[in-house]
Structure formats: C-alpha cells, structure tokens
C-alpha cells in the first residue's frame, strides 16, 4: 500500500514538473536560416544562438530570432534626374543581415530595421544617384546608375550590419523617355517638312522670276520671233507632204 502511494506521488510529480516545464519551457529552437539574440532581463546579450536546440534560463532569459537568410524588399521611388525630369521607378533590393552582429542590429535598431534603415536607405540612395543623370542617360546608362545606387546603399547599409546583395531597378522613366524622344522626331520631321516647304517655294519664287525676266526680254526683243524660234527647236526637220493652198512652208515668211 506504501509503495503504491509512492508511485502515486512520483507520477502526479512528475505529471506537475512536466506541466511547468512546458510552461516555463527553458529550451529554445531556432530554425534553419534562423539566428537567436539572448535577452537577460531584456539586455541584449553577446550570445547568438544558432541553428538547433538550446537551454536558456527560464524567465531570465528569452530569445528573439531573426531571419538571416536573403531577403527581398521593393520600394516605391519617386526622384528627379539631372535635368528636372520625374523618375517614378521600383527599387528592389535583396539583401541579408550580417549573422555575427544580429545581437547589435537588435540592440541598435530592433525587429523593424525594414522601416527604420532599409526603405529609407533606398529612397536617399537612388534619389541620389537619379539627380547624377539626364532622363536619357537613366537609359542608355542604366548599368552604372544601378551601380551607383548599390555602392551608395553599401555604404549605408553596412553600418547598420545588413549586407546588400543585389539591386535592381524598373521604372517609367524609358517610356518617358521614348516619348520625349518621339516627340524630338516629330519636331524635326516638322522642321524637315518647312524646310522643303521652303525650298519649294524659293524654287518656285525663282522659276517665276526668271518666267518674269524672260517675258520682258520677249517683249524687248520682239515676240514673233520668239515665237518662230521656239517652233523651229521643236520641229523634226520633216517637210509636210502636202500643202494647204496659201500656206507657206514652216518657218519660211514669203512676205519679207
């Protein structure tokens, strides 16, 4: 009967230790591509809990995991180019956080780098590199503006433990551009189409002019004779094989 009550005890005690060590629950696991930041009474500690299972102390300490695998964040951009032209572009940046120093990320900025660091990295740094370019060269240059725009992210971002991957860039400006351009062809077609406008009208001033001076010389020099002259430059030196009665041969006046 003793011994029945003892096992009695040794199971309910059991039953009662296993019901706390579930609440308390002083193991911790942290998931492939996880790190784990230890906080002891909410200080950050320098531990950093990799991946696997592992004892903390119960209400002494907890852990907060963050996500060190490549991470993707698009933000919408709105900038200027050098000259003065909107660039409505989306930026998106791949990125992950620098393992070794999450407990620092953590003390220095907390759960919601994102919003503090990151979006705001990426609104200054391409607003930056667009105002170095024209709204053509956004185009015809877009490997190096991306270039700029990542070393400028780089320099911001490594600061704050978070390591930039890769950047890319899609936005309005090339079909901006391509109107502007369209628009550039248009303009010069037009200016093509006065311009020989023009030149028609010039030719046509001038032949109008020289009609002009030769009609004068006509007068001038007798408009008969013109007449017999311009006759005489078409004929194809045929005598016609029959004659009207009291017509004279081409050419010949029989009166002089």
Same mark, same amino acid.
């Given at each position: 009967m003793i011994n029945q009550t003892k096992l009695i005890i040794a199971g309910v005690s059991l039953f009662l230790g296993l019901i706390v060590l579930l609440i308390i629950n002083p193991f911790v696991i942290i998931n492939a591509g996880e790190r784990g930041v230890v906080l002891e009474w909410g200080a950050v500690k320098g531990d950093i809990l990799t991946e696997g299972i592992h004892w903390v102390t119960p209400i002494v300490q907890n852990v907060r995991t963050l996500d060190v695998k490549i991470q993707? @964040?698009?933000?919408?951009?709105? #900038?200027? #180019?050098k000259d003065l032209q909107t660039v409505t572009s989306k930026v998106t940046l791949n990125y992950h956080l620098e393992e070794d120093k999450i407990n620092l990320l953590w003390q220095k900025i907390g759960s919601d780098y994102k919003v503090k &660091? &990151?979006?705001p990295a990426i609104q200054e740094a391409f607003k930056a590199s667009t105002a170095k370019f024209t709204a053509e @060269? $956004?185009?015809?240059k877009r490997e190096e503006v991306k270039t700029t725009a990542k070393e400028a992210l780089k320099l911001r971002l490594t600061a704050d433990y978070i390591i930039v991957d890769e950047l890319s860039i899609t936005d309005s400006i090339e079909k901006k551009v391509t109107a502007s351009q369209d628009a550039l062809a248009a303009e010069n077609k037009l200016k093509q189409v006065q311009f020989e406008a023009d030149q028609r009208v010039a030719q046509a001033t001038a032949e109008a002019e020289a009609i002009k001076i030769q009609a004068q010389a006509i007068q001038q020099q007798g408009g008969e004779n013109y007449v017999q002259l311009q006759a005489i430059q078409k004929w194809n030196g045929i005598l016609p094989t029959q004659m009207i009665p009291g017509a004279t041969v081409p050419? &010949?006046? $029989?009166?002089k």
């Open positions: 993707k @964040e698009a933000v919408d951009v709105q #900038s200027a #180019s &660091i &990151i979006d @060269e $956004l185009i015809t050419f &010949i006046n $029989l009166t």
